[in-house]
T-cell receptor, first 115, second 112 residues
Framework: GAGVSQSPSNKVTEKGKDVELRCDPI?????LYWYRQSLGQGLEFLIY????????KSGLPSDRFSAERTGGSVSTLTIQRTQQEDSAVYLC?????????????FGNGTRLTVT | SQQGEEDPQALSIQEGENATMNCSYK?????LQWYRQNSGRGLVHLIL?????REKHSGRLRVTLDTSKKSSSLLITASRAADTASYFC????????????FGTGTRLQVTL
């Protein structure tokens, strides 16, 4: 079946603009994760959803970042008033029941460049 | 939160040689997972080993788990140029699945 789909694959935006990143998880996967990866760095955890609830938002770097998930499926990560330090690859992953029981399936990410 | 730490940070070998990467973690785990990442894009799940398992094989991959030392190793046998990638471990504890944090990974370079 289809894997995790992220859109857009690349996004170039001007500093100060808002951007919206989308993640379509694998159908039936209840857990969804957002990560950020800067060039040559490891993955930085942003937020985790179980169904539509986000029990852990502690990874969001500032109040300019927000995320939601509707219908237990699609998730959107929004970055307001983008800054140059927001430039990174944003990765989404889904899991059937959460990583304590099943592996994570990653999308190919959205490469965000803030100019 | 939980975070595996990979060692070494970088590894360079020739094609045909074996590559061994290590992972250490801090809390009690439910399972430990290894992932591969090519070119800074999405990670690909390689293998999952549960806390009651000591060794697992998948093709040219062999994973061991030592819960007494809180460590795991990933062995890639007969390496190929296509194995060039970054490798990450992820430890999942028996609590909530939130805030899963990856380490900085091992960057493997396989040369011809």
């Amino acid at each position: 079946g289809a894997g995790v789909s992220q859109s857009p694959s690349n996004k170039v935006t001007e500093k100060g603009k808002d951007v919206e990143l989308r993640c379509d998880p694998i159908s039936g996967h209840t857990a969804l994760y957002w990560y950020r990866q800067s060039l040559g760095q490891g993955l930085e955890f942003l937020i985790y959803f179980q169904g539509n609830s986000a029990p852990d938002k502690s990874g969001l770097p500032s109040d300019r970042f927000s995320a939601e998930r509707t219908g237990g499926s699609v998730s959107t990560l929004t970055i307001q008033r983008t800054q140059q330090e927001d430039s990174a690859v944003y990765l989404c992953a889904s899991s059937l029941r959460g990583a304590n029981n099943s592996p994570l399936h990653f999308g190919n990410g959205t490469r965000l460049t803030v100019t | 939160s939980q975070q595996g730490e990979e060692d070494p940070q970088a590894l360079s070998i020739q094609e045909g040689e074996n590559a061994t990467m290590n992972c250490s973690y801090k809390t009690s785990i439910n399972n430990l997972q290894w992932y591969r990442q090519n070119s800074g894009r999405g990670l690909v799940h390689l293998i999952l080993i549960r806390s009651n398992e000591r060794e697992k094989h998948s093709g040219r991959l062999r994973v061991t788990l030592d819960t007494s030392k809180k460590s795991s190793s990933l062995l890639i046998t007969a390496s190929r140029a296509a194995d060039t990638a970054s490798y990450f471990c992820l430890d999942s504890n028996t609590g909530t699945a939130s805030k899963l944090t990856f380490g900085t990974g091992t960057r493997l370079q396989v040369t011809l």
